[in-house]
């Protein structure tokens, strides 16, 4: 009777255990693996090794040396630094100033001490980078090399990186907040009208975001002081884009459209952004696509705006309006497809 008993408990503990983790829960948990496994192969890829590659410099220097220059800088092994040579000190800075350059390389016409102009506020790693080239260089030529900072962070923004932070939340706050809606409806696909719905609940939620972020890191701790509405046009922007394409995502695939959005925005957006390394300490591959994705636009545009008085952020602007679009295209064409194809097969 007892083994009787206990065989029968073994036979409840072991369908109690089945109907616990069905095929669908080992198949979420299999996709949970991969993107713990994609996110440490895509930060550790994008930061373990750090290698400049091109990082623009632009140079002033008497033109008898100037070409001779522009040649020995660009032949550097590894290309660490891409030079563009100009005809005085002020072109430079404007360049510098409009992020046409990362440096600009003033060589004395008198003495042996020449001046290297940074902004670090729109990248330390980038300005850190090209002053450790340069300065090399100059070294081997028996030359003094001094660096001035005409555009450094905020005291706030010590290392440059409110932008990348104040992205980084506008997009996770996006797609978890498509997420919400989601799992508020059942995780049904949704019907032509709810993706409506939501997509118009995405807009007051995107602008209450931005001017949340943009109270943050201004009034409250003074990281990016100034350019406060623009900030908060900025985050309504980053915010509904990445809450636009979740929603696209999720009506496409489900539960796995949020695991496609991740992927997009946090795996592979995040590291690629510019946010710690510019694209031109990366691997290439992440070089290529960082400014493609909307966390390296809107840290660009954030960066530019706040420091640089909104100089070179209209390509990333448009950036994050195709995404924006192309969320709103694909959730609604998604549903109004999936209506269509419920309403031929119930005739």
Same mark, same amino acid.
């Given at each position: 009777?007892?083994?009787? %008993?206990? *065989?029968?408990?073994?036979?409840?503990?072991?369908?109690?255990?089945? #109907?616990?983790?069905?095929?669908?829960?080992?198949?979420?948990?299999?996709?949970?693996?991969?993107?713990?496994?994609?996110?440490?192969? *895509?930060?550790?890829?994008?930061?373990?090794?750090?290698?400049?590659?091109?990082?623009?410099?632009?140079?002033?220097?008497?033109?008898?040396?100037?070409?001779?220059?522009?040649?020995?800088?660009?032949?550097?092994?590894?290309?660490?630094?891409?030079?563009?040579?100009?005809?005085?000190?002020?072109?430079? !800075?404007? !360049?510098?100033?409009?992020?046409?350059?990362?440096?600009?390389?003033?060589?004395?016409?008198?003495? %042996?001490? #020449?001046?290297?102009?940074?902004?670090?506020?729109?990248?330390?790693?980038?300005?850190?980078?090209?002053?450790?080239?340069?300065?090399?260089?100059? %070294?081997?030529?028996?030359?003094?090399?001094?660096? !001035?900072?005409?555009?450094?962070?905020?005291?706030? #923004?010590? =290392?440059?990186?409110?932008?990348?932070?104040?992205?980084?939340?506008?997009?996770?706050?996006?797609? &978890?907040?498509?997420?919400?809606?989601? +799992?508020?409806?059942?995780?049904?696909?949704? /019907?032509? !009208?709810?993706?409506?719905? =939501?997509?118009?609940? +995405?807009?007051?939620?995107?602008?209450?975001?931005?001017?949340?972020?943009?109270?943050?890191?201004?009034?409250? @701790?003074?990281?990016?002081?100034?350019?406060?509405?623009?900030?908060?046009?900025?985050?309504?922007?980053?915010?509904?884009?990445?809450?636009?394409?979740?929603?696209?995502?999720?009506?496409?695939?489900?539960?796995?459209?949020?695991?496609?959005?991740?992927?997009?925005?946090?795996?592979?957006?995040?590291? *690629?952004?510019?946010?710690?390394?510019?694209?031109?300490?990366?691997?290439?591959?992440?070089?290529?696509?960082?400014?493609?994705?909307?966390?390296?636009?809107?840290?660009?545009?954030? %960066?530019? /705006?706040?420091?640089? #008085?909104?100089?070179?952020?209209?390509?990333? &602007?448009?950036? @994050?309006?195709?995404?924006?679009?192309?969320?709103?295209?694909?959730?609604?064409?998604?549903?109004?497809? =999936?209506?269509?194809?419920?309403? /031929?097969?119930?005739?």
């Amino acid at each position: 009777m007892a083994d009787a %008993r206990g *065989s029968t408990a073994q036979v409840g503990a072991w369908a109690e255990m089945r #109907d616990a983790i069905t095929t669908r829960a080992v198949l979420v948990m299999v996709g949970v693996l991969l993107l713990q496994l994609g996110f440490a192969l *895509s930060y550790m890829g994008a930061f373990h090794a750090p290698k400049p590659h091109r990082i623009p410099i632009t140079l002033v220097a008497p033109r008898p040396v100037e070409a001779s220059l522009v040649a020995r800088l660009n032949a550097l092994p590894g290309d660490p630094v891409h030079v563009t040579a100009v005809q005085n000190r002020a072109q430079a !800075r404007t !360049r510098l100033l409009e992020r046409k350059t990362d440096a600009a390389l003033i060589v004395a016409v008198t003495g %042996r001490t #020449d001046t290297l102009l940074i902004a670090s506020a729109g990248g330390p790693s980038a300005a850190d980078a090209a002053a450790k080239v340069v300065a090399a260089v100059e %070294r081997t030529q028996n030359r003094a090399l001094t660096v !001035r900072d005409i555009r450094p962070p905020a005291e706030g #923004d010590t =290392r440059g990186l409110s932008s990348f932070y104040l992205v980084l939340s506008w997009t996770i706050g996006g797609y &978890l907040a498509a997420s919400a809606l989601n +799992m508020a409806a059942g995780s049904k696909r949704p /019907t032509l !009208r709810r993706s409506i719905v =939501r997509l118009a609940a +995405m807009v007051p939620y995107a602008f209450v975001s931005g001017l949340g972020g943009a109270i943050i890191v201004g009034p409250v @701790l003074h990281c990016l002081p100034g350019a406060f509405w623009e900030l908060v046009g900025i985050g309504t922007l980053v915010v509904f884009a990445s809450g636009a394409v979740g929603v696209a995502l999720q009506s496409l695939a489900g539960t796995i459209g949020l695991g496609l959005t991740i992927l997009i925005f946090t795996i592979l957006g995040n590291p *690629s952004s510019g946010g710690v390394y510019p694209a031109s300490l990366l691997p290439p591959f992440w070089a290529a696509i960082g400014q493609a994705l909307p966390p390296g636009a809107g840290t660009t545009v954030v %960066r530019n /705006t706040v420091y640089f #008085d909104g100089n070179n952020t209209t390509g990333a &602007l448009w950036i @994050l309006g195709a995404w924006a679009f192309a969320g709103i295209a694909v959730a609604l064409l998604a549903a109004a497809l =999936r209506g269509r194809r419920a309403r /031929t097969q119930s005739r």
